[in-house]
């Protein structure tokens, strides 16, 4: 089955600095992979995602690379602040038929001001 | 996110006692999930279910049961087979084969201790 690593484990910046999230998946057919944002005490909420048929997407300051050869997606948060300290799941899945999501451990960011 | 309920929002239970977690949607999602979260670790899957009157094991599974006899909802039962029970539970759902109508949402979860 799937499985999904995600590095670092703990990652701290400066306010405005930028922050990279790593993850790699072993099934290739993976084809869709999703980034959520944890606060503490609160729900994941998902900030953005990617299928396997583009190589990159952006939202204002996140973005998320697919490399499909090597089977890593990477989390960019750009200009960093202090509201973006939180855990950061990434997640993949073989959206055919009914499948579940295989989560990566977390990462811990911490932007200080 | 907002259709998605979980209650309580903190549950207390005994030893030797069975409790049950409740989780409604009103997304008209057909699959269903629920995740254990420990203090500063990952989600780890316990059940999930793909339709009505179906569900199967997740990763850690034993000393926790679940039912689907309607699609909105997928109650949680901690039993008392469940020796270390306390953590954060979340409950989750998504339509899957649906293309960009398949993110998975998760509840607000429950804080579940251990008297």
């Known amino acids: 089955g799937e499985n999904v690593e995600q590095h670092p484990s703990t990652l701290s910046v400066q306010e405005g600095d930028s922050a990279v999230i790593k993850c790699t998946y072993s099934d290739s057919a993976s084809n869709y992979f999703p980034w959520y944002k944890q606060e503490l005490g609160k729900r994941p909420q998902l900030i953005i995602d990617?299928?396997?048929?583009?190589g990159e997407k952006k939202d204002q300051r996140i973005a998320v690379t697919l490399n499909k050869t090597a089977k890593h997606f990477s989390l960019h948060i750009t200009e960093t602040q202090p509201e973006d300290s939180a855990v950061y799941f990434c997640?993949?899945?073989?959206?055919?038929?009914?499948?579940?999501?295989?989560f990566g451990t977390g990462t811990r960011l911490l932007v200080s001001p | 996110d907002g259709g998605i309920t979980q209650s309580p929002k903190y549950l207390f239970r005994k030893e030797g006692q069975n409790v049950t977690l409740s989780c409604e949607q009103n997304l008209n999602h057909d699959a269903m999930y629920w995740y254990r979260q420990d203090p500063g670790q990952g989600l780890r899957l316990i059940y999930y279910s793909q339709i009505v009157n179906d569900f199967q094991k997740g990763d850690i599974a034993e000393g926790y049961s679940v039912s689907r006899e309607k699609k909105e909802s997928f109650p949680l039962t901690v039993t008392s087979a469940q020796k270390n029970p306390t953590a954060f539970y979340l409950c989750?759902?998504?339509?899957?084969?649906?293309?960009?109508?398949?993110?998975?949402?998760f509840g607000p979860g429950t804080r579940l201790l251990v008297l």
């Open positions: 989750a759902s998504r339509n899957p084969g649906q293309g960009d109508q398949e993110t998975q949402y």
């Open positions: 997640a993949a899945i073989k959206d055919t038929g009914f499948q579940k999501l295989v």
């Open positions: 990617i299928r396997s048929n583009v």
